[in-house]
C-alpha cells in the first residue's frame, strides 16, 4: 500500500520558535530516503514555507495557501491552482470596501505572482507581515486601492482584530462560493481573515496529491480549524496536544505537541512497525 504523509506546518510541524527542530530535520529525511511520500499543506506561500521548512527534504510537490495550489518546491511550477472569478472578486471587493479593510492580495500578473497591497492603509498586522518580507520578490505596493484587484487573483489575507475581522468571515463563511477562514494569528494577536475560491481546501489538494502520486492511503496531521477539512478526507489522522478541541474532536488519535516533535515521532515509530510506512518507488 502505497502511503502519502501530509503534516502542517505552523504549530504542528514547527515548534514555538517558527523552526523545524534538527531531530524532525534528520528524523524525516531519513525516512523520506527510505521512500516515505512526505509533504506539507500550509497556509503559507512557497517563498514563506521555504525560509522555515530549510534543511527538510521535499521531493515530492507540496501544498500552500491552504489548499490553492500545489507546487513543485524544486522550482515553483505550479501543478494545480484554484482562482477567483470575476464575479467572485466583486462580492470580496464589494464587502471589505463596506467594512473599509484593505487586504493582502495574491494574484498572478503578467506571468509572476504578486503580493499587492494599499501603500498608507497598513494596520499593525499588515505592517508586521511585510516587516518579515522586506526582501520578497512578490511585494506589489500601490498608491491607488482600486489597482489591488488585477490579474488573477487566488487569495486574500485580511488582518486586523476580531471585532473587525468578524464581519468579513460572517460574510462568506456559508457562501458556496468561497472557503473562508477565521483564527488568531499563532505568534501574535491579531486575527487572519482569509478567503478563497470554494475548491481551495487542503482537502481537495491532498486528493489532487494522491491522485498525481497514485497513493491508496493518506495519513495527515494538523492543529488548527484549517485542517479539518484535510482531516475529513484522510484515512488516519492526528492532532497535536497543542491542537484545538475541535480538531482533536474529530482525529484518529492525538500526538505529542509541536514542541517535543510529535509529528516527527509519530512517524518514526510508525514507519518501524508497519509496512505503510515505507513505499517502493
Given at each position: 500500500?502505497?502511503?502519502?504523509?501530509?503534516?502542517?506546518?505552523?504549530?504542528?510541524?514547527?515548534?514555538?520558535?517558527?523552526?523545524?527542530?534538527?531531530?524532525?530535520?534528520?528524523?524525516?529525511?531519513?525516512?523520506?530516503?527510505?521512500?516515505?511520500?512526505?509533504?506539507?499543506?500550509?497556509a503559507r506561500s512557497l517563498?514563506?514555507?521555504?525560509?522555515?521548512?530549510?534543511?527538510?527534504?521535499?521531493?515530492?510537490?507540496?501544498?500552500?495557501?491552504?489548499?490553492?495550489r500545489v507546487v513543485r518546491?524544486?522550482?515553483?511550477?505550479?501543478?494545480?491552482?484554484?482562482?477567483?472569478?470575476?464575479?467572485?472578486?466583486?462580492?470580496?471587493?464589494?464587502?471589505?470596501?463596506?467594512?473599509?479593510?484593505?487586504?493582502?492580495?495574491?494574484?498572478?500578473?503578467?506571468?509572476?505572482?504578486?503580493?499587492?497591497?494599499?501603500?498608507?492603509?497598513?494596520?499593525?498586522?499588515?505592517?508586521?507581515?511585510?516587516?518579515?518580507?522586506?526582501?520578497?520578490?512578490?511585494?506589489?505596493?500601490?498608491?491607488?486601492?482600486?489597482?489591488?484587484?488585477?490579474?488573477?487573483?487566488?487569495?486574500?489575507?485580511?488582518?486586523?482584530?476580531?471585532?473587525?475581522?468578524?464581519?468579513?468571515?460572517?460574510?462568506?463563511?456559508?457562501?458556496?462560493?468561497?472557503?473562508?477562514?477565521?483564527?488568531?494569528e499563532l505568534y501574535r494577536?491579531?486575527?487572519?481573515?482569509?478567503?478563497?475560491?470554494?475548491?481551495?481546501?487542503?482537502?481537495?489538494?491532498?486528493?489532487?496529491?494522491?491522485?498525481?502520486?497514485?497513493?491508496?492511503?493518506?495519513?495527515?496531521?494538523?492543529?488548527?480549524?484549517?485542517?479539518?477539512?484535510?482531516?475529513?478526507?484522510?484515512?488516519?489522522?492526528?492532532?497535536?496536544?497543542?491542537?484545538?478541541?475541535?480538531?482533536?474532536?474529530?482525529?484518529?488519535?492525538?500526538?505529542?505537541?509541536?514542541?517535543?516533535?510529535?509529528?516527527?515521532?509519530?512517524?518514526?515509530?510508525?514507519?518501524?512497525?508497519?509496512?505503510?510506512?515505507?513505499?517502493?518507488?
Open positions: 500500500m502505497k502511503t502519502l504523509y501530509v503534516t502542517d506546518l505552523d504549530g504542528t510541524l514547527l515548534n514555538s520558535n517558527t523552526q523545524v527542530s534538527e531531530y524532525s530535520i534528520n528524523t524525516i529525511n531519513r525516512l523520506v530516503e527510505q521512500g516515505m511520500l512526505f509533504t506539507y499543506a500550509t517563498v514563506s514555507a521555504s525560509v522555515v521548512t530549510k534543511g527538510l527534504s521535499a521531493q515530492i510537490p507540496v501544498i500552500v495557501y491552504n489548499g490553492a518546491p524544486e522550482d515553483g511550477e505550479i501543478l494545480c491552482s484554484v482562482n477567483f472569478t470575476k464575479d467572485q472578486i466583486e462580492k470580496v471587493v464589494c464587502c471589505l470596501r463596506g467594512q473599509k479593510v484593505f487586504p493582502l492580495v495574491y494574484s498572478d500578473i503578467d506571468g509572476c505572482e504578486k503580493v499587492s497591497w494599499a501603500v498608507n492603509h497598513e494596520n499593525t498586522g499588515i505592517q508586521n507581515y511585510l516587516n518579515h518580507r522586506k526582501k520578497d520578490k512578490r511585494l506589489r505596493p500601490l498608491s491607488k486601492e482600486k489597482d489591488l484587484y488585477d490579474g488573477d487573483i487566488f487569495y486574500f489575507t485580511c488582518i486586523g482584530t476580531k471585532e473587525e475581522m468578524q464581519p468579513i468571515y460572517d460574510c462568506f463563511k456559508t457562501d458556496n462560493n468561497y472557503t473562508c477562514t477565521l483564527q488568531q494577536d491579531e486575527y487572519w481573515c482569509e478567503i478563497m475560491p470554494r475548491r481551495a481546501t487542503k482537502a481537495m489538494a491532498v486528493t489532487e496529491l494522491k491522485k498525481l502520486w497514485k497513493c491508496d492511503y493518506i495519513v495527515s496531521f494538523g492543529d488548527a480549524i484549517n485542517d479539518i477539512p484535510m482531516f475529513q478526507i484522510s484515512d488516519e489522522s492526528y492532532a497535536v496536544a497543542n491542537a484545538v478541541e475541535e480538531l482533536k474532536a474529530i482525529a484518529t488519535g492525538v500526538i505529542e505537541s509541536n514542541d517535543k516533535d510529535g509529528v516527527a515521532r509519530w512517524l518514526k515509530q510508525y514507519a518501524a512497525s508497519t509496512s505503510k510506512g515505507i513505499v517502493s518507488l
